[in-house]
């Protein structure tokens, strides 16, 4: 095997450890919930989603900038498409947020 095989299969083996974390990390977020969990430990769970989604991007080559880009370009069409003043509300707080980012 040489060294371009092994970089290869070792990108491999990251990205599945990194999808078994997310996948793990939701099971974690599912279960804070059903047990009433704080909002600092829901918040923990949160933010380490946060992070393994944007290693996992990363290994697929996805920037955060174009992660946060995709977002706001969702938010934007979510927001033509609610109807709920609500949820409205909600992701024109998000879209403004990510748009300072940007």
């Excluded at 370009?73 to 024109?92: I, N, V």
Aim: charged share 30%.
């Amino acid at each position: 095997m040489d060294t371009k095989d092994f970089d290869i299969a070792k990108n491999i083996k990251m990205t599945e450890n990194l999808q078994c974390q997310m996948l793990s990390a939701v099971a974690q977020f599912f279960s804070a919930m059903q047990e009433n969990a704080t909002k600092g430990e829901k918040a923990e769970i949160l933010a380490e989603l946060e992070i393994v989604m944007y290693l996992l991007a990363a290994r697929m080559g996805i920037s955060k900038e174009t992660l946060d880009q995709k977002a706001a370009a969702k938010l934007k069409l979510g927001l033509l498409q609610e109807e709920r003043p609500e949820w409205k509300t909600s992701l024109l707080e998000l879209h403004r947020e990510l748009g300072l980012k940007l």
